[in-house]
């Protein structure tokens, strides 16, 4: 968790009896202050314009306007802020729309308190919690086709990032800070800054989650590259552990798996997932090594098990 014993935390909710629930814990937790509570969209408008805060928890459906509409006015007014969702909606327009607004993490309001705990532990911590059922929803989402190459966006050709611009986006998108950044990429912290503002004007965005789904849509996240020959036969289990034991990455075994044993994309993922790799990292060396669509490679770790909340945190993390 970052270097702080005070978290300021503001919440929107227009149901008493969830408010009161939300706010008992909030207070229970030593860290953090619950700072003030809104019912409606005018009141929490009003509290975000003339105080600060740590954390936004807001509901999506206010009586009087949107969660939407604060995520987008905390995002332009407290830069710092993290911000998550707490709602009954479990449509995937919903979800979709609080990521797009700025949103980085979605609970529904049912789930038991200390998967709302931690939920807030990961959020400071800089990561972006789902609930599983949230999860499927997104998941079902893209694997309906609702991705970006189902929906072409028109954009000048100019506006384009660089390779660099993609690969910071891409550092952005699993929760990395300027200086883990260019610690990274042995850059300036500096230039990581210069690097992520061109980002936002590329893609008409004002914060980092917005950064991330804007490049997803459009397509900028994409990585390819090309396949090689393949050739003969050993045990690839045998051959694939002292690789990994060795400091190599999913994406250079599986590789070795195209090229020594000829393996198929669920093949070559099935002995990643027995040699201990993760989600995530199985996911980006699919895509690398095999260039599917993202729906593909979704439905393999589905079969090999993997939960419909691993599958998509594999998803978002390398996107």
């Not at 694997?143 to 952005?172: C, H, M, R, W």
Request: hydrophobic fraction near 40%; charge should be negative; include cysteine.
């Amino acid at each position: 968790m970052k270097d702080k014993q005070d978290w300021q935390v503001f919440l929107v909710e227009d149901d008493h009896g969830t408010l009161e629930r939300m706010a008992t814990i909030i207070r229970a937790q030593p860290e953090l202050t619950l700072v003030g509570m809104a019912a409606n969209y005018t009141d929490a408008s009003a509290w975000l314009s003339h105080h600060t805060l740590d954390v936004l928890l807001t509901d999506l459906g206010l009586p009087d306007g949107t969660g939407q509409q604060l995520i987008a006015q905390t995002r332009k007014q407290h830069e710092q802020a993290e911000i998550m969702v707490i709602s009954r909606f479990g449509d995937e327009n919903s979800v979709v729309e609080a990521i797009k607004a700025g949103a980085s993490g979605y609970l529904l309001k049912d789930e038991p308190e200390e998967h709302i705990i931690d939920a807030i532990k990961q959020l400071l911590q800089g990561g972006s919690p789902i609930s599983p059922a949230i999860a499927r929803y997104i998941l079902d989402f893209f694997k309906n086709g609702d991705t970006a190459k189902s929906n072409p966006v028109e954009f000048n050709p100019d506006s384009l990032l660089t390779p660099k611009e993609k690969i910071v986006l891409q550092y952005i998108s699993r929760g990395y800070s300027n200086k883990e950044i260019a610690q990274s990429l042995q850059i300036s912290p500096h230039t990581v800054a210069s690097h992520i503002k061109r980002i936002y004007r590329k893609l008409e965005v004002n914060s980092r989650n917005e950064a991330v789904f804007e490049g997803w849509r459009m397509g900028e996240l994409s990585m390819h590259q090309q396949a090689k020959p393949q050739a003969s036969h050993k045990d690839a289990l045998q051959i694939s552990q002292p690789l990994k034991d060795g400091g190599k990455s999913a994406e250079e075994i599986i590789e070795v798996l195209k090229l020594v044993f000829s393996l198929n994309m669920l093949e070559g993922i099935t002995v990643l997932k027995q040699i201990e790799c993760s989600a995530a990292e199985i996911f980006i060396a699919a895509k690398t090594s095999f260039q599917v669509d993202d729906k593909l490679i979704i439905e393999a770790l589905l079969t090999l098990d993997f939960s419909h909340e691993e599958a998509l945190q594999a998803m978002l993390e390398n996107i």
